[in-house]
């Protein structure tokens, strides 16, 4: 049976097949170019008021050379003052039906084929989840902080032929993965992530058919469950 990842990496994280890759030529270009990046990453933060979208999402097992394949719809809504003001839900339509809502601090995870659903506050959850969690709502010099300079710049179609540049950002402090991978749109909308860790396993997430400043019902954030739903703590 396919076990889903914990939900703070689930949220974060935004698989394709490229179609062709451009190198840069120079030094001085590719600091431009990422500089530009930045700036459109910037923008489209601050810009942005919901999110709605198609999520897919690839795990790959490094030593069975073997991947699990996930798809579901998310919705998110930032909020002021970092991840723990923001608003998730995700729910995954195959292999399995599970639901993630993230509001207000806390989480929920409901099974529904276990009949239990998982309650935790997302600020107990430390490790690599959180760095992947927080690049939703992380601005570009906070990027720079955390990861400082991009490395391996190109431009890359993705499968839709959605256009994309890549860019790869390594942790500057000790962290539990090697590092991230990002692909950004013409609008600065990381549409995709790859976090590889220090094993070679990976975790690519990718957002397809993308939807913003959207109304989203509030109750989208809230679980309506009956009462013989077991509540397990996270």
């Known amino acids: 049976m396919k076990k889903l990842v914990p939900p703070t990496v689930i949220a974060l994280m935004l698989a394709a097949l490229v179609a062709f890759s451009l190198p840069l030529t120079s030094a001085k270009a590719q600091a431009g170019l990422v500089s530009s990046i930045y700036t459109r990453m910037q923008r489209n933060q601050q810009s942005l008021k919901t999110l709605r979208a198609n999520i897919g999402m690839q795990k790959y097992n490094s030593q069975l050379r073997d991947k699990d394949e996930y798809n579901g719809m998310i919705f998110y809504i930032p909020g002021p003052g970092g991840s723990r003001a923001s608003m998730l839900r995700l729910e995954w339509t195959s292999p399995q039906h599970e639901t993630l809502t993230v509001a207000n601090g806390a989480y929920a995870l409901y099974r529904p084929r276990l009949g239990t659903v998982i309650e935790g506050r997302t600020g107990s959850i430390h490790g690599r989840d959180n760095d992947v969690l927080a690049l939703l709502n992380m601005s570009a010099s906070q990027l720079r902080t955390r990861f400082g300079d991009p490395e391996d710049y190109r431009q890359e179609t993705l499968w839709g032929g959605v256009w994309t540049e890549h860019m790869k950002v390594t942790p500057k402090t000790a962290a539990s993965y090697k590092y991230i991978e990002l692909w950004i749109d013409k ?48």
């Open 187 to 234: 609008e600065g909308m990381p549409v995709q992530t790859k976090m590889v860790e220090k094993n070679d396993d990976a975790t690519t997430v990718r957002l397809m058919n993308i939807e913003k400043n959207q109304s989203i019902p509030m109750d989208q954030f809230k679980l309506n469950l009956d009462s013989n739903v077991k509540r397990v703590k996270g």
